[in-house]
Structures are given as structure tokens and as C-alpha cells.
Nanobody
Framework: QVQLVESGGGLVQPGGSLRLSCAAS????????MGWYCQAPGKQRELVAS???????SYAEFVKGRFTISRDNAKNTVYLQMNSLKSEDTAVYYC???????????????WGQGTQVTVSS
């Protein structure tokens, strides 16, 4: 069983910064891609950023130049540095991991519980 624990959300003023973290623990054989999604009230969940095991990154257009995704493979942790935050960034942010659990036959897509990010003055 793989568990994802997120942290770092909160309330911040427009123009401010936050750093989200997501640590994977449990029976983990290997992790492929890691990513962050966001879901605002009344909207569908959408991809914010992702990073491969080799470090290749991709970003949604609405965060390019403001957010940076990174990972620490030794700690099975993915980060999202969020700068120049806007009110429209307000959402619940979810961590997502594509990986193998207890065996090479146990590949799954895992989700964190979500962390609230609120951008408001």
C-alpha cells in the first residue's frame, strides 16, 4: 500500500508564494511520473505540472513561468513552488504518483488527500 501525504497549503495574498510537498511512503518499488493537479469549486480537476523520473517537466499554460515542480527521488517526494500567486489559483491541490507498489505487477495511480490553497487579500 502506498500513501501520499501533502503539506504546505494555506492562505496567501496575491503575489505571494507557497511551497507544496508530497511524500510517498509504504510499499514502494519504483516511482515513475509525479505530478500536481488542482480543482477549483465547480470545476474539473486539471493537471498543473508533472515531472518524470528522469526530471523532465511539463506545465499547464496558466502556471508557466510562475510554478516550478521538482522531486527528490531519495525521499520519494515531489514539490511545487508556487510564485506570483493569483486569486484564480485558489483550489484544492492534489498530488499524483504513477508507480509500482509491492511488485512489478502492482502498478497504480495514487492520489494524495488534497491541500487547500487560497489566494486572497
Amino acid at each position: 500500500q502506498v500513501q501520499l501525504v501533502e503539506s504546505g497549503g494555506g492562505l496567501v495574498q496575491p503575489g505571494g508564494s507557497l511551497r507544496l510537498s508530497c511524500a510517498a511512503s509504504g510499499s514502494i518499488l519504483s516511482i515513475n511520473a509525479m505530478g500536481w493537479y488542482c480543482q477549483a469549486p465547480g470545476k474539473q480537476r486539471e493537471l498543473v505540472a508533472s515531472i518524470t523520473s528522469g526530471g523532465r517537466t511539463s506545465y499547464a499554460e496558466f502556471v508557466k513561468g510562475r510554478f516550478t515542480i521538482s522531486r527528490d527521488n531519495a525521499k520519494n517526494t515531489v514539490y511545487l513552488q508556487m510564485n506570483s500567486l493569483k486569486s484564480e489559483d485558489t483550489a484544492v491541490y492534489y498530488c499524483n504518483v504513477d508507480g509500482y507498489g509491492s511488485s512489478w505487477f502492482d502498478r497504480n495511480n495514487y492520489w494524495g488527500q488534497g491541500t487547500q490553497v487560497t489566494v486572497s487579500s
